[in-house]
């Protein structure tokens, strides 16, 4: 059979459709991209039944290299709030901190127990997610080792599977604590007062002449501002694109999920995730099962050291090491699963009880904050800059 683009465009969607139809049925027990590494190294290297360069050859692997990574990174800019950070600041500092735990975990113990590429390589997929585990890839392709770009891309897949039981059973603990609170029982709902800080002076546009076009196009001029400063400054472009990014959007010039808006989130992602995984094609499953002794024994030392580092910083903080320990979980769990782990344990608390909306809403506003907001520090912030500073060292 000739490859031809759309059949293998297709054949990329039908497996990751595989993956997203087996995720939904074990309510996420068993990833989706798991499903599709899975299928990548049985029916790529071990069957030679998909192509290896199925990727390149469905055209969504040019996506990534050329301009997909700066527009994704500018959208994710664009999804920050400086407010939501003043009125969550306790959660940023936990979060921050708990990062700091799994930097210092994979520049010491990491490396001593498993080697230098692949403890430095661990450090920004486990501390955060897809933005970090790009940077970190892209780093491994430019050195030629595409080995460390499936291992990371591994950690990134599987890093729920750990930390989602810690973060449940720690929601779980919190939301008994506070049933018994006197902000529970009162009804009283939690959520401070925003912050008035606004600096917008752009004008918006008419809606009628917001096209996707023009949408587009105020993303990508921020994404052409964070290529020519990289090529100025050297730095990494895609750290240029996220401040950037939320930059233009507190003064008005691009909008909020801008990517989404315009029709385009859905195909560049695809392309993201698509050229990440490329390596699995000629992966053999015994190489990837190989891999598996350093992806546990780094995510439970980075579960370990992110739960002490935001343990000690909630007790400074005056929190309570369950919702400590469940914030600094958030930077392997990533948003929405953070939020919907959140809305579980509160349905779980109120299902069966006559609690009334306004002392659910004040645990909502009590969890959903914490984990949502904890969740963008970590993956969408503080990880994407220490992937920009270690990744360059990783292959030295």
Do not use: H
Not at 31 to 57: R, W
């Amino acid at each position: 059979m000739t490859w031809t683009p759309i059949i293998a465009f297709m054949v990329l969607l039908l497996i990751m459709s595989f993956g997203d139809i087996m995720s939904i049925l074990t309510k996420g027990k068993i990833p989706g991209l798991v499903v599709t590494i899975l299928a990548f190294c049985i029916f790529g290297a071990m069957l030679n039944i998909l192509p290896s360069d199925l990727v390149d050859v469905s055209g969504l692997g040019m996506i990534l290299t050329t301009y997909g990574m700066l527009l994704v990174f500018v959208d994710i800019g664009s999804s920050l709030s400086f407010n939501q950070f003043v009125n969550e600041w306790k959660t940023v500092v936990v979060s921050v901190l708990a990062v700091a735990g799994v930097t210092i975990m994979g520049l010491t113990i990491g490396q001593l127990c498993f080697g230098k590429v692949y403890g430095l390589s661990s450090i920004a997929t486990i501390a955060g997610g897809l933005p970090a585990t790009l940077i970190t890839s892209q780093a491994a392709e430019a050195a030629g080792r595409s080995d460390i770009s499936a291992y990371v891309t591994t950690i990134l897949c599987v890093q729920q599977i750990i930390a989602i039981p810690i973060a449940s059973w720690c929601l779980n603990k919190e939301a008994s604590i506070f049933i018994k609170s006197g902000t529970f029982l009162n009804g009283a709902v939690t959520e401070k007062e925003k912050n008035k800080f606004n600096v917008k002076f752009i004008p918006e546009i008419p809606k009628k002449f917001l096209s996707n076009n023009v949408v587009l196009f105020r993303i990508s001029f921020i994404a052409v501002i964070a290529s020519l400063l990289s090529e100025a400054t050297g730095f990494n472009s895609t750290l240029f694109a996220l401040i950037l990014g939320f930059l233009a959007t507190e003064i008005g010039f691009i909008e909020k999920d801008g990517l989404n808006k315009a029709g385009a989130k859905g195909l560049i992602l695809l392309g993201c995730l698509a050229s990440v995984m490329k390596n699995f094609l000629v992966l053999p499953l015994s190489d990837l099962l190989s891999m598996m002794v350093p992806i546990v024994g780094l995510l439970i030392l980075g579960a370990i050291a992110a739960g002490i580092f935001a343990a000690v910083t909630g007790k400074i903080l005056k929190w309570s090491p369950y919702l400590a320990i469940a914030t600094g979980m958030t930077m392997m769990i990533g948003y929405p699963a953070t939020y919907v782990m959140a809305m579980d344990s509160i349905k779980t608390f109120t299902a069966d009880a006559d609690y009334s909306a306004e002392q659910i809403a004040a645990m909502e506003n009590y969890f959903v904050p914490k984990m949502v907001i904890g969740g963008v520090v970590s993956v969408s912030i503080v990880s994407v800059i220490i992937a920009s500073i270690i990744a360059p060292q990783i292959f030295v």
